[in-house]
């Protein structure tokens, strides 16, 4: 591993949130890490990625510069869906919605190589979506394909579980289509 990076290592743990995330990024390091790594450094300089950013309520319009309807892409992993649907509706915004770095890194890649401006990513915890977002700041929220958790026993961990209220939460200005 290139010396270069070891400060770049101690500034991620310290930004990490809990000690789970910690030891994450630790053995992510002990093995095949230093692919990851660079990408986690890259994501800090990408102008579409936002890392547990403070005061971004309220915010979004300026960030994207404009005020289109948002769109959130929860658990988006690489984004397949917030870099599909940017590029077919560009009078919306669309921000993708992940806790891992390295996923992200692809799709904001992806959207800056094709200069998709109506695409960003946000970094974080679902749990803690609400310090994101104002009321009535999202227009539409997407969940596509998350952990299913299949076991009874796990299924307070489903994003879909009213624990999150995702979908009556007050940033969120439209209910959810009926199932
Ligand atoms: C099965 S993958 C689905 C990825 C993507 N939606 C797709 O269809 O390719 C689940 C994703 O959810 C993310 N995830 C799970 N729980 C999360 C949480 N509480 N906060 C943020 N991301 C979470 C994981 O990091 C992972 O990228």
């Not at 579409?48 to 005061?55: A, C, K, M, S, T």
């Not at 993708?96 to 974080?124: H, M, P, S, Y």
Request: aromatic share 12%; hydrophobic share 35%; charged share 25%.
């Amino acid at each position: 591993m290139s010396h270069d990076l070891l400060p770049k290592i101690k500034t991620l743990f310290l930004k990490k949130e809990t000690k789970e995330e910690q030891r994450g990024l630790l053995l992510t390091f002990a093995g095949h890490g230093t692919k990851k790594l660079q990408r986690f450094a890259d994501i800090e300089t990408f102008p579409n990625v936002l890392i547990y950013p403070e005061g971004m309520q309220g915010k979004w319009k300026e960030h994207f510069g404009n005020d289109q309807p948002i769109t959130l892409e929860l658990a988006c992993g690489k984004g397949d869906y917030a870099l599909g649907l940017g590029r077919m509706f560009p009078e919306r915004n669309f921000i993708g919605v992940d806790l891992k770095g390295n996923r992200i890194w692809r799709g904001a890649k992806t959207a800056l190589d094709e200069q998709l401006a109506n695409v960003g990513f946000l970094r974080t915890q679902i749990d803690h979506l609400q310090n994101y977002f104002a009321a009535g700041e999202v227009a539409e929220i997407w969940i596509t394909f998350p952990d299913p958790f299949l076991r009874a026993s796990k299924a307070k961990k489903r994003l879909t579980h009213p624990k999150f209220r995702l979908f009556t939460s007050r940033y969120c200005n439209r209910a959810p289509p009926s199932t």
